[in-house]
Structures are given as C-alpha cells and as structure tokens.
C-alpha cells in the first residue's frame, strides 16, 4: 500500500503538493503528541545514516513520522526469520529497528538475546566474541529507556547466566531495582539475592531476601480485599513464600557452613591436569581431583526456626555424611593471549576478525571414597539406587575394581562394620523417609542393626544385591574430559587462530557449583586447599582452582597427536603463567 502511493506521487505533482502540505501539519500534531508518550524517543546519532540505507519508500516514511509503522513491519518480517532459524537475517532488521523506535524495550532484549545465545559452534558453543555486543545493545536500551527495569533485568540476567559475572549482574538488578518504583519484586529483587549469594556474600543475600519479603508483604496488604486486585495477591502471596524459603535456605547454611569446615577440615582437591593436541584445533583436556560434597538428603537443617536461629542446645551440624559426588564442572577457556571482554560504549555488529574465544566445561564423575569398615556395593550399574545414594554406598563395576571385602551380614555377625558403615547400612536397609524421618544419628543406630540382625530376609536381600564390607581404604579422584575432544576445525570463522599467542585457561569456581558442593567447598572455596593451583589473587575473595597455560599457534595447529603439558610427567611446565 505504502509503494503504490508513493508511485502515485511521483507522477501527480498536485498531490505530492497535499501530501507535503499534510507532513507539516502531521509534523506539527505529532510535537504535541510526542511528550504524550511514557517517554520521549531518543534519536540516534546515525538516523539518518541508517535510514538513508533504507529503499526510498521506507526511508521516506520512517522520516515523516511513521517510524513506528516501519518498526512494525520490520519486526514481523524478523519474526518471520526468526521461526525459520535464519539468525544472521535477523541482527540487521533488530538494528533498524531499535533505530526506528528507540522505546521498544522487546526488540533490544530480543536482540541481545540472538548475540548471545544464538550464535553458536557446530557443537553449540556460544560465540563469545559476541557477548560485549550483546551487552552493548542493551547498554543502549538502557540509555533510550532508563526509567524502565525491563532492559536492566534483561542486562543482569544475561551477566548472571552467560558471563557469569555475579558482581556486575548484581549492580545491573540493582540499578533495575532504583530507578523504577514498579519493577516486579520476582524478576528483579529475587534474582538480586541470587547474584549477591552467588557474588559469595551470604549476609547481603539474607537481607536481600528479607527486603523484598517485606516488600511483598506491603503489596499484598495494600491489594487485598479490593476488586480487580486478585491476581495482584496471589502473585506477591506466591513470592512471599519463595523469598521466605530461599532466606531460611540462606540462614541455615550461613550459619553451617563454617563450621562444617572448621569440623571437616578443608579438601585437598589436588587437581592434575593434561593436555594434548589430538590433530589440528582439536584438543583433548583431561584430569583428575577431589571432588567432596555433601551427600544427598545428608544436610541437618531441622533444628532453626523461621528466622534462622538455632533451637535447644541440639542444634545443626549441616553436613551429615559428606564424600566424592558427581555434579560440578570444570571450566576450560581458550583466547588470544591477554584478552579481557572489552566495556563496549557503543554498539556494533563488528567483531574482530582475528579474536579467538572458545569456553567449554567438563563433567567431573566417578569419585569413590570407601574405608575400612565402611559399606559399599558390587554393580553393573555405576549409578546406585536411590536409598544407597541417600546412604553415601558407592558402587563398584567388579569386586576387582572395589576394595577387599565381606559380605555385609558377615560383618554384621563379626562386629566389623565402623560406625560410619554401621550408619550406612541403617539408612539403606529402613530408608529414613519411612520412618518420617530425614536422616539418622548415631543413637538410632544400635536398635536398628538388631533390627536387621534379627530379619533374615532382609538379611539375604543384601547378599543378593552384593551389599559388602570394606577390609581396606579405597579412594578413586573424580575425573574430568576422558571422553571428550575440544573440536575447533569445523568453525575456521569462529576459531581463525590468527593470533600468534593464546591462554588456555582450566579453572573450578565453587561460586558456580551447586549447593551440595558449596556445602562441603564453601562459597568462595573456604573449604579446599590445593598445592598447586589454588589462587586467590584471580577474582577479589574467591579461593578458585585456576591454571593458566601459555599456547602458541603452533601448538594448537600442529598436524601430529602431541601432549602439551601433563603435570604429573612433568610435560610443558614452562607453558604455566602466574
């Protein structure tokens, strides 16, 4: 419709005369309609350099005050690329389009969201150069709409999940928090008690929570009982409820975790590295270490009130059974020498050509910790069953991958279970849930191995599903990229290696790690030592594992199968930096 008045004007000079006449006045209602809007558009520096891009009838429009129907259109016909998968399509009509109506707040996260998860590898690593672009959009949102929390919540998540900057995401939902007054309490004020948590500041997170508990408290007082208002209720009633379980979470283990460390002891991870060029860009990064956690359901929490404060004199100890669990990662990073994500001012599609950016992690499994006296199971199947688990039982393939040992009711007749396996077999045989119970204590124990003494068929139920007792130590490290090979040869564009120097960065941050790890490893790593790689120079107060390797081009390049540093051979040693 646009084009075929547009031709109609060409030809009628009499209505291009009209039509002229009509701009002016348009021009003239729309600087009074313009203060009118929640908050004026902001006009980019390069308007007019992008519009002049535009075919005529477009540019024509978007300059006459139909900026907003251009936008539209523009953004159906995105969508349209978007549902075909046609990505690359799509960054040039969002960057018209944040042009065109600068109040848009959809398309600048939108568009971030494309920079930053949607560009990928051939095995869906992100490409990472295009994060400070990402980052920069949104910058810009912010700049065009900075009263609003959408585009800050937008800018904090994405710091949260994908750079896994917790500082900077927290200061972004801060920000969000401020400068508008009707942020929603959920999106904004729960995840910045997630971010200060995570930023290793437990106090900060609690009184976080408790700030929009109360927050929430305040709105469902002022809705309830009017009409129209229900959902308003039921949405702060539910988040209520989430912030008060997510505060006492963060009181309970504020108060355990260091004293389960000061009981515990700290956990020499002793982390060994290696790794090898398998052909050229593809590289191989494997190792092992002491990966402890808190063993599942084995966290003393029953003995604090709401408010996080112990009860009676019999308060928690946190961690009941701790030991070797599946679950965190190692992170592998590999850049051009020096590089450090650049505070992007202004936003473009451009990334340098010669920038390589590969991140990865590394599944850590397979830890075994069974002692003397201790129980633990022969089986097929690696993954034990669920009561097992629950009892820290660790299996084994075959007995001559185990440790030596008895059957459990041979032990059970001997006397040669310890307490910790006296404890185990208690808590496999009568699942604590059954007895509405969460776990059990040493004074439980006595009256449940008569129990079992005296059940023959639970007795032979061990023997079938090859329950044993240890007679000696066995400890197996966890181990880390076995089975994996980095692959960089099929994205050239991607990974161009142009460089002549790169940092390959391998490093364990129990920030990042679930609960159930931070439990027994801290939250900035106040519970593991290391003896080579344990720095605390890296990130102000976290204690991370963090090894940096100095590669070259050749190194990465090369066409043979080459082990570039092995430390428990000695192999590449001066490769390492400070």
Same mark, same amino acid.
């Given at each position: 419709m646009m084009k075929n008045f547009l031709d109609a004007v060409r030809g009628n000079p009499k209505l291009a005369a009209g039509a002229a006449a009509l701009l002016v006045i348009q021009g003239l209602l729309q600087s009074q309609i313009d203060p009118l809007r929640r908050q004026p558009a902001v006009e980019p520096p390069s308007m007019f350099k992008t519009t002049g891009g535009l075919p005529f009838e477009y540019a024509l429009a978007a300059v006459s005050g139909f900026r907003q129907v251009i936008a539209g259109l523009l953004w159906v016909r995105a969508d349209s690329f978007f549902h075909s998968g046609n990505y690359d399509a799509i960054l040039p009509l969002l960057r018209l389009i944040t042009w065109l109506d600068p109040n848009w707040l959809d398309v600048y996260s939108t568009g971030a969201w494309h920079l930053m998860y949607n560009f990928t590898d051939t095995d869906q690593r992100s490409d990472r150069r295009y994060l400070p672009v990402g980052l920069a959009l949104l910058n810009e949102g912010i700049a065009n709409n900075s009263e609003i929390y959408d585009l800050y919540k937008e800018k904090g998540w994405n710091l949260y999940d994908k750079v896994r900057d917790y500082d900077a995401a927290a200061e972004a939902y801060r920000q969000g928090r401020d400068v508008d007054p009707k942020h929603d309490i959920n999106q904004v004020e729960h995840m910045y008690a997630h971010c200060v948590e995570r930023s290793g500041d437990p106090k900060a997170a609690i009184a976080a929570w408790q700030d929009a508990m109360a927050k929430h408290k305040k709105l469902i007082d002022e809705a309830k009982g009017k009409a129209g208002q229900e959902d308003v209720v039921s949405r702060n009633e539910q988040g209520y409820k989430n912030a008060q379980k997510n505060c006492r979470i963060m009181q309970v283990r504020e108060y355990c975790r260091t004293r389960d460390i000061a009981r515990l002891g700290q956990v020499d991870t002793n982390l060994g590295v290696k790794v090898t060029r398998i052909s050229p860009r593809v590289i191989q990064i494997q190792g092992t270490w002491n990966l402890i956690g808190c063993l599942k359901d084995q966290y003393d929490d029953l003995n604090f009130d709401e408010n996080g404060i112990p009860k009676g004199t019999n308060i928690s100890s946190g961690i009941v059974l701790d030991g070797p669990v599946d679950g965190?990662?190692?992170?592998?990073?590999?850049?051009?020498?020096?590089?450090?994500?650049?505070?992007?001012?202004?936003?473009?599609?451009?990334?340098?050509?010669?920038?390589?950016?590969?991140? @990865? &992690?590394?599944?850590?499994?397979? /830890?075994?910790?069974?002692?003397?006296?201790?129980?633990?199971?022969?089986?097929?199947? *690696?993954?034990?069953?669920?009561?097992?688990?629950?009892?820290?039982?660790?299996?084994?393939? @075959? &007995?001559?991958?185990?440790?030596? /040992?008895?059957?459990?009711?041979?032990?059970?007749?001997?006397?040669?279970?310890?307490? *910790?396996?006296?404890?185990?077999?208690?808590?496999?045989?009568?699942?604590?849930?059954?007895?509405?119970?969460?776990?059990y204590t040493q004074a439980d124990v006595p009256a449940l191995l008569s129990e079992i003494r005296g059940n023959s068929a639970k007795l032979d139920e061990l023997g079938k599903r090859q329950v044993m007792v240890a007679l000696e130590d066995k400890i197996l490290p966890s181990e880390f990229g076995a089975s994996r090979q980095i692959d960089m040869s099929k994205d050239p564009k991607m990974y161009s290696f142009k460089a002549d120097e790169y940092d390959l960065i391998i490093s364990f941050d129990p920030r990042k790690s679930p609960d159930f790890v931070q439990d027994r490893m801290g939250w900035s790593g106040e519970g593991m030592t290391d003896k080579r790689y344990l720095r605390d120079d890296v990130t102000k107060g976290l204690r991370q594992l963090y090894l940096k390797l100095k590669l070259t081009k050749d190194d990465i390049l090369g066409t043979d199968k080459k082990v570039l540093f092995d430390d428990s051979a000695g192999i590449g040693l001066d490769k390492l930096q400070k």
């Open positions: 965190a990662r190692i992170d592998v990073r590999l850049q051009n020498a020096g590089y450090k994500m650049p505070d992007s001012k202004e936003f473009s599609f451009e990334v340098p050509e010669d920038l390589t950016i590969m991140q @990865d &992690a590394l599944s850590s499994r397979g /830890g075994r910790r069974t002692l003397k006296g201790s129980v633990y199971t022969i089986s097929a199947n *690696l993954t034990a069953d669920p009561n097992m688990e629950r009892a820290g039982i660790y299996a084994y393939k @075959d &007995a001559s991958k185990g440790p030596k /040992g008895i059957p459990a009711a041979q032990a059970l007749a001997s006397g040669q279970l310890s307490p *910790l396996g006296q404890l185990q077999l208690v808590t496999y045989v009568f699942p604590p849930n059954t007895r509405k119970r969460k776990f």
